[in-house]
């Protein structure tokens, strides 16, 4: 969503050309026959989500390229010739590209298909490297603190219930067993079912497995039922959320934006962080843009506008105001401190000559 923001003239993406008739092929492209506002979210999703996104582009000898559509991106594979082929004792240079549909045992041209990738990682190579690769590990762990904090909450919450049964001067092989049998009592509710005649021992609210028995020989013993206080300790969850900050950091997304801690100080706050966080956009942006600017040069050099091919620039806009209103702040104080450095204090002589 950041990284395809509407501009304020209401555009996605920014088309800029000296010739008016470039730019009309153009926005022609993009707006019919690509669907730029509705595809290119889509395309920035699964790029940022597997660091890759294949499209295939129908073309057209004639009329250019027609339409796009989506390919899978764990079934296309990305073939790279290297710099020189040595061949029967010839030296040939092949530096082209091919790209492989395996399940289908389809081979594309380098023109067919745009691929959108964030390179980050030299280790993927020739293919990008997801924006959530570096959080994967951390959102495991995350899942499994969590885990283990509900399983303690449910085991360890509820109170507990210590029931002391007089046992007297009884044969120590038959008290677990008279132990049981009032255990049981207390446990479970005799019903006879009407339609079979059986009879059913249902459990009543109390569960077995949260109440203990314990046999005492001394009659005189105080509080026969004693209530065991449950978990204390509930509030803590220090851990969870460190790793959460960790996971966070991970992203290169501030706190704020997802909701996890309210907006302080007029955004000032948010504004520091805001400025990082556009140039993780940014860079998203980038490289959406070179491909883009592939598919417009592959258009217009099948429109025959060969000479005029460097003739645009695309751009996507910006999301980040408050960087904007930060280097604006940046200029007012060098501009205001220009003026003072050359004005004449009063002396006659400047501090420092303007050329200075």
Request: hydrophobic share 35%; proline share 4%; aromatic share 10%.
């Amino acid at each position: 969503e950041e990284s395809t923001t509407i501009s304020e003239q209401g555009f996605m993406l920014n088309i800029y050309s000296e010739s008016k008739r470039i730019k009309s092929v153009l926005a022609d492209l993009f707006n019919n026959i690509l669907d730029i506002e509705t595809n290119l979210p889509m395309w920035t999703r699964n790029t940022c989500k597997y660091g890759d996104n294949f499209v295939y582009l129908k073309i057209d000898p004639k009329k250019g390229i027609v339409g796009v559509s989506q390919l899978p991106n764990i079934e296309i594979e990305r073939v790279e010739k290297g710099m020189k082929v040595y061949n029967h004792h010839q030296e040939s240079d092949e530096r082209e590209v091919k790209f492989l549909w395996k399940n289908k045992n389809m081979e594309f041209n380098t023109w067919e298909v745009a691929h959108f990738r964030l390179l980050s990682d030299d280790r993927k190579l020739p293919y990008g490297t997801s924006m959530l690769e570096k959080s994967r590990r951390i959102w495991k762990q995350l899942l499994l603190a969590e885990d283990a904090m509900l399983i303690y909450r449910t085991s360890r919450a509820p109170e507990r219930r210590v029931f002391k049964v007089y046992v007297g001067n009884m044969d120590d092989k038959d008290v677990e067993a008279y132990v049981q049998r009032i255990a049981n009592e207390f446990k479970r509710d005799p019903i006879v079912d009407k339609d079979t005649g059986n009879v059913d021992l249902r459990y009543n609210q109390m569960a077995v497995d949260q109440d203990f028995f314990i046999p005492v020989r001394d009659q005189g013993a105080p509080n026969p039922i004693e209530t065991l206080p449950g978990a204390s300790n509930l509030s803590e969850i220090a851990d969870i959320e460190y790793i959460q900050k960790k996971l966070l950091a991970a992203l290169r997304i501030p706190k704020a934006f997802l909701g996890f801690e309210e907006v302080t100080g007029d955004g000032k706050n948010l504004s520091l962080q805001d400025i990082r966080f556009a140039r993780s956009i940014n860079r998203i942006q980038k490289s959406m843009v070179q491909e883009l600017n592939k598919i417009a040069i592959i258009h217009l050099y099948m429109l025959g506008f060969e000479e005029e091919l460097g003739n645009f620039t695309l751009g996507l806009t910006n999301p980040s105001t408050q960087s904007e209103l930060l280097k604006i702040e940046a200029w007012k104080e060098k501009i205001t401190l220009y003026k003072d450095a050359v004005s004449d204090p009063g002396s006659g002589i400047q501090p420092v000559s303007a050329t200075w």
